[in-house]
């Protein structure tokens, strides 16, 4: 009650209606291309079961790390709170010089992290485990072999908690029973993040969150994961040792939620770079609004073989807290390439 009471006390100052970050907003794109995301109503209500039943659990193992946060660095639950509206505040600023001036978030503010956690985690979170449940029952080569894979090795980048791994666990999982060994790597510019990811998959582990779909796959396999500070705009990105060796050993890398932030510009320099520096046959999946086509039009390294917009919209409705904090709807261009 006490985040919903300090809620409250903030509404009146500021709505969320100002934020426009293409999570809730609406955005042209052509459809060139692309499968739309209509599903019949048989498909909607298989969606329904298998994407919206874990959202409030996740939400909680989510606000458990908040409030892990909070009294490590001794945060009031109104300061998280107040975060959150900042957060918004700027996002909202930033889309209106196209993030050209834009001077990112300072994650390495603890009420920062908290703000990401709670208002967009979850909603992130099952955007990428649809995506990628919808990935993995499709005939695709590349992506047919990750599932027969005993050891898999994942780098998110920009990843911050980790929560696109988590997505990305809870789709697999129902496709795969091969795996017994992970490696995951969040790759982030603010290393306020490090150690995040590892304690987020020791409370799945826990009896509290063993409802949870991926809770039962990291009790019975070997997980590893690992931080590296890196900015991937940098153009001596060759330098950063950790991160290449990272990216020529990785089956897997996700670009979730990262270049919508950044200028065109710098959204071209991130992909060169990450897609120059993975290694031959590795899968990037691409999860972002808008989809910077130009950008990987201009790299010939890396083949598209599956592209498709998507929306996820979050169950919020058994969790005043969450319906009050959380972003409702998520939406973003779901691309996967694999390296040639």
Request: contains cysteine; hydrophobic residues 35%; glycine residues 4%.
């Amino acid at each position: 009650m006490a985040m919903a009471n300090a809620f409250y006390q903030y509404r009146t100052t500021l709505s969320s209606k100002n934020e426009t970050s293409g999570e809730e907003s609406s955005e042209e794109e052509s459809a060139e291309g692309e499968s739309s995301d209509e599903e019949s109503s048989e498909e909607c209500l298989e969606s329904f079961r298998r994407f919206f039943r874990e959202d409030v659990t996740v939400f909680q193992l989510y606000k458990r790390q908040v409030r892990e946060i909070k009294k490590l660095h001794g945060i009031r639950t109104s300061e998280s709170i107040e975060a959150v509206f900042s957060m918004i505040r700027t996002i909202s600023k930033g889309h209106k010089h196209s993030f050209q001036r834009f001077s990112g978030l300072d994650f390495n503010e603890p009420r920062n992290r908290c703000a990401y956690l709670l208002r967009y985690a979850t909603c992130h979170t099952g955007l990428v485990r649809k995506a990628m449940w919808n990935i993995f029952q499709r005939e695709l080569l590349f992506v047919d072999k990750l599932k027969n894979k005993d050891e898999l090795n994942i780098v998110s980048l920009g990843g911050g908690p980790g929560n696109d791994i988590l997505g990305f666990c809870s789709a697999l999982q129902e496709f795969s029973n091969c795996v017994t060994s992970f490696d995951f790597t969040v790759v982030d510019i603010k290393d306020g993040w490090s150690g995040i990811l590892d304690s987020l998959i020791q409370k799945t582990k826990s009896s509290e969150f063993e409802s949870l779909s991926f809770s039962k796959m990291f009790k019975n396999v070997n997980v590893s994961s690992s931080f590296i500070l890196a900015d991937l705009i940098d153009k001596r990105i060759s330098e950063n040792e950790d991160l290449t060796n990272a990216l020529n050993a990785a089956d897997v890398v996700l670009m979730v939620k990262l270049t919508s932030f950044h200028s065109t510009k710098a959204k071209s320099q991130i992909v060169t770079n990450v897609c120059e520096a993975m290694r031959k046959r590795c899968i990037l999946v691409f999860i972002d609004c808008p989809y910077p086509k130009e950008c990987f039009q201009s790299v010939s390294c890396v083949r598209k073989i599956y592209k498709k917009k998507l929306k996820y919209q979050f169950d919020s409705s058994s969790c005043p807290v969450s319906k009050i904090l959380n972003i409702k709807k998520s939406r973003a261009t779901v691309a996967v390439f694999v390296k040639v």
